[in-house]
């Protein structure tokens, strides 16, 4: 596949000719990357790594077009069907994505070249719109505050029953697909036990609380041996048909691959069902990180941060650093629940390394206060430190300091990133992340930031460009 750009026919020019503008943010977002070709050169290597013979074969999305419509895919929060439908209807996107009169592929092609880059790169392509801001003039990095917030992963609620349920079906619908690949109407010795799982799965979610107390131990072990038992018969049918070969080559292959998918969900099985066991039967208290919460996104952490409307949230904790004029300077997925202190001393490097200074300002909420914390940001000159004290009695000192104009100055400055990450959950579509895998939440996340520094850059440069228009009287 190739990745190369091509010339420009006369139809494109035609297009582009016709009476109909670009949004004013958009038109500055494809100035801006018209205007850095090491953004779009980055995103090219990703799109030919691996490749033996990059310039030849059929032609495929070119680094622009792959780069352009996933900014505009999350800048308008569409799924994959409907940016594919928005930009083959309309003239002004076809321009901004750089299709012009070209066909514009199906979704699933958008979806392939879009897995094919990496977080790393979409970091260095984040860092590379900052220092861009830096260069003109719109940010000086001395105002700087921090938060985290919660991306979903795209699960259900993780309870033992319906994990169990997960794997009986998974596995069974596996060892279907083997006894198919393999010409077989099933595989002896393996027996499909989805509906007796399925009707004590719901047994247990019908349960009322006096009914979970005095039943649910029984139906569990009756869902758990069920488990067992398809488990233990997958992967017998492995064995006794590890010696079994499709006609071709290509047979060969894919039942290779669904062997492998049998033994990777029995495996998970496995743990499902043992930390069912130990908690529902044994009674003991299973550790998070002993837990697995989905057989699907395995990387998903639980993570509890004490709000009342959602106690518990199923997906990766990301930690946001957010200059003064809206840039998102740093963004980091995190592994498990960390306490949010533990990120100051890293965002101030970061920023120093982003801006050769520390900033004047530092905000963020109690969340962030420690001894530790406070030294660092004296030994980074930051004067003004606003960040609340985390609990035990003030002295006066500190009471007075917390009153004072610049502290609380500095608390409605950190208020702000509270607004931004509604704009990045609800607005660039944040909140739950429908591809699979860590690597491709890293890439989701990192690009919806990609997006909200590119349209923060482009209003920037607009209202600069109005000012320098205005007339002076």
């Not at 033996?52 to 077009?65: E, F, I, M, S, V």
């Not at 609620?157 to 596995?171: A, E």
């Not at 070969?245 to 990777?264: F, L, P, Q, S």
């Not at 109005?466 to 007339?471: E, G, I, M, N, V």
Request: hydrophobic residues 35%.
């Amino acid at each position: 596949m190739r990745a190369t750009d091509r010339p420009m026919t006369l139809i494109d020019i035609a297009l582009m000719h016709q009476a109909v503008q670009l949004d004013p943010v958009l038109a500055s977002i494809s100035d801006f990357i018209d205007e850095h070709d090491e953004i779009v050169e980055r995103v090219r290597k990703d799109l030919v790594r691996g490749l033996k013979n990059p310039d030849t074969g059929r032609p495929g999305l070119t680094a622009p077009q792959v780069l352009r419509s996933m900014l505009l895919m999350r800048i308008k929060n569409w799924d994959l069907r409907e940016l594919r439908e928005r930009i083959a209807d309309g003239y002004s996107l076809r321009q901004f994505s750089c299709f012009y009169s070209d066909d514009v592929p199906q979704h699933y092609a958008f979806n392939r070249s879009f897995n094919r880059l990496t977080p790393e790169t979409v970091k260095i392509v984040n860092d590379a719109v900052v220092q861009a801001a830096v260069e003109l003039g719109l940010e000086d990095g001395a105002k700087l505050r921090v938060d985290t917030t919660v991306v979903d992963t795209d699960i259900h609620h993780p309870t033992d029953n319906t994990l169990l349920w997960d794997g009986v079906r998974v596995v069974t619908r596996l060892v279907r697909r083997l006894a198919e690949a393999l010409g077989k109407r099933c595989i002896k010795g393996f027996h499909n036990r989805q509906r007796s799982a399925k009707r004590r799965m719901y047994e247990i979610q019908r349960m009322t609380s006096r009914q979970r107390a005095e039943q649910q131990t029984e139906t569990y072990r009756a869902l758990i041996e069920i488990a067992e038992e398809v488990v233990a018969t997958a992967k017998t049918a492995l064995d006794t048909t590890k010696d079994l070969r499709g006609k071709t080559i290509t047979d060969a292959m894919k039942i290779d691959a669904i062997r492998d998918e049998i033994a990777y969900y029995c495996g998970l099985g496995e743990q499902v069902i043992d930390q069912s066991r130990r908690r529902v039967l044994d009674g003991k208290q299973v550790p998070n990180e002993e837990k697995i919460f989905s057989i699907f996104e395995t990387h998903t952490d639980l993570i509890k941060r004490g709000k009342v409307r959602t106690p518990v949230e199923c997906g990766h904790k990301v930690f946001l650093a957010e200059s003064g004029v809206g840039l998102i300077t740093q963004y980091e997925v995190l592994k498990g629940n960390p306490a949010d202190e533990v990120h100051v001393v890293p965002s101030l490097k970061n920023h120093r390394r982003a801006f050769h200074r520390a900033p004047k300002l530092y905000a963020g909420d109690r969340g962030f206060d420690s001894e530790r914390n406070v030294k660092a940001c004296e030994r980074n000159s930051v004067e003004t430190i606003c960040i609340p004290q985390r609990g035990g009695c003030k002295t006066p000192e500190r009471r007075a300091y917390e009153k004072s104009p610049p502290f609380k100055k500095g608390q409605k400055f950190r208020a702000g990133i509270e607004g931004r990450i509604s704009v990045m959950l609800r607005g660039r579509g944040m909140k739950r992340c429908r591809a699979k895998g860590l690597e491709h939440f890293e890439l989701f996340v990192g690009v919806a930031v990609l997006a909200n520094n590119l349209m923060v850059l482009a209003a920037l440069l607009i209202k600069r460009a109005a000012r320098r228009r205005k007339p002076i009287h």
